[in-house]
């Protein structure tokens, strides 16, 4: 992902601010084009007071734990992204410093992992996203936090290794890209489903369909800043502060009140984002 990260145009206008403080679960503040003070500052001004930012890599998952270190508003989360496994980059030693930095107090998830299709292509990249992938669940249970799942193209191959290995405690698909029946499968084992801004986009009735049938106690919402503006601003630069036009749209597809939509996100935030648990083994 470069620093541009492919937008284009003016920063959009800050929404209307939200009744209720809610949380972004899944965004990018290193690959952004504004200071993170700014954005973190803007993000407030419309309700959404707490941030989880993303590594990717080791240097974008040291700089993200740093950040929160620094930062109460922000919680870590980190990993080697699929892609980046698919490389040969998760090796040993690399996923042996994610764990010691997901044992930080301020990260609260590793993440996000799991396996991309759509970019990783060859048998290769797919086994070695694989085997990162069961060592990222790995790392996440013995550290107690949270799972962030990344799956594109790879709905089927995703829940096999989940279930394989056992999920933890808390896993998070980060922007669902499932239909209904995906929904229904995640709702069943309790993971959380995040929607982003393309459940906003005008093709996407199947991602609609599935936010529709979603428990509004597994909901949470995200930006994936700077990517995936959500509409009226498809393709200018995202940013935490614009969670609230994602939170109207899934509370009209879902005909709920909003303020009550904003308190079950924040709720969910605070549960699938909480410090590690006390039963966590580290090193087991």
């Not at 972004?24 to 290193?30: E, V």
């Not at 996000?112 to 069961?134: K, M």
């Given at each position: 992902?470069?620093?541009?990260?492919?937008?284009?145009?003016?920063?959009?206008p800050?929404p209307?601010?939200?009744?209720?403080?809610?949380?972004d679960?899944h965004?990018?503040?290193?690959l952004?084009?504004v200071?993170?003070e700014?954005?973190l500052?803007?993000a407030?001004?419309?309700?959404?007071a707490?941030?989880?930012?993303?590594?990717v890599d080791?240097?974008?998952?040291?700089?993200?734990?740093?950040?929160?270190?620094?930062?109460?508003p922000?919680?870590?989360?980190v990993?080697?992204h699929?892609n980046?496994?698919?490389r040969g980059t998760?090796?040993?030693?690399a996923?042996?410093e994610i764990?010691?930095?997901?044992?930080?107090?301020?990260?609260?998830?590793?993440?996000?992992?799991g396996?991309d299709?759509?970019r990783?292509?060859?048998?290769?990249g797919r086994?070695?996203?694989e085997?990162a992938?069961?060592a990222?669940?790995?790392i996440?249970?013995?550290t107690?936090?949270?799972?962030v799942?990344h799956?594109?193209?790879?709905?089927?191959e995703?829940?096999?290794?989940l279930?394989?290995?056992?999920?933890p405690?808390?896993?998070?698909?980060?922007c669902?890209?499932?239909?209904?029946a995906?929904a229904?499968?995640c709702?069943?084992?309790?993971?959380?489903?995040s929607?982003?801004?393309?459940v906003t986009?005008?093709?996407?009735?199947g991602l609609?369909a599935?936010a529709?049938?979603?428990?509004v106690e597994?909901?949470?919402?995200?930006?994936?800043?700077?990517?995936?503006?959500?509409m009226p601003?498809?393709?200018r630069?995202?940013?935490p502060?614009?969670?609230?036009?994602?939170?109207?749209?899934?509370?009209?597809?879902?005909?709920l009140?909003?303020a009550?939509l904003?308190?079950a996100?924040?709720?969910?935030?605070?549960?699938a984002?909480?410090?590690?648990?006390?039963?966590a083994?580290?090193?087991a």
């Amino acid at each position: 992902m470069s620093r541009a990260a492919g937008r284009t145009g003016e920063p959009p206008p800050l929404p209307e601010p939200l009744p209720v403080d809610v949380l972004d679960s899944h965004a990018h503040l290193d690959l952004m084009e504004v200071e993170v003070e700014a954005a973190l500052a803007a993000a407030r001004l419309v309700g959404v007071a707490t941030v989880v930012q993303v590594g990717v890599d080791l240097p974008s998952s040291r700089w993200s734990a740093e950040l929160a270190a620094r930062h109460d508003p922000v919680h870590a989360a980190v990993a080697i992204h699929p892609n980046e496994a698919g490389r040969g980059t998760a090796t040993d030693e690399a996923l042996r410093e994610i764990e010691a930095l997901a044992a930080l107090p301020q990260v609260r998830a590793v993440g996000e992992t799991g396996l991309d299709h759509f970019r990783t292509t060859t048998p290769d990249g797919r086994r070695l996203q694989e085997e990162a992938f069961r060592a990222h669940i790995a790392i996440a249970k013995r550290t107690g936090t949270a799972l962030v799942i990344h799956d594109r193209d790879a709905h089927d191959e995703v829940l096999r290794v989940l279930l394989d290995e056992g999920p933890p405690e808390r896993v998070v698909f980060h922007c669902f890209s499932g239909d209904a029946a995906l929904a229904r499968t995640c709702a069943e084992h309790g993971f959380y489903l995040s929607f982003a801004g393309p459940v906003t986009f005008k093709p996407n009735d199947g991602l609609r369909a599935a936010a529709r049938v979603a428990p509004v106690e597994l909901l949470l919402v995200e930006t994936d800043a700077p990517f995936l503006t959500p509409m009226p601003f498809r393709g200018r630069p995202n940013a935490p502060s614009l969670v609230p036009l994602t939170v109207r749209a899934l509370a009209q597809v879902k005909d709920l009140d909003l303020a009550a939509l904003c308190s079950a996100i924040a709720d969910n935030g605070r549960r699938a984002f909480a410090a590690a648990a006390a039963t966590a083994t580290p090193g087991a």
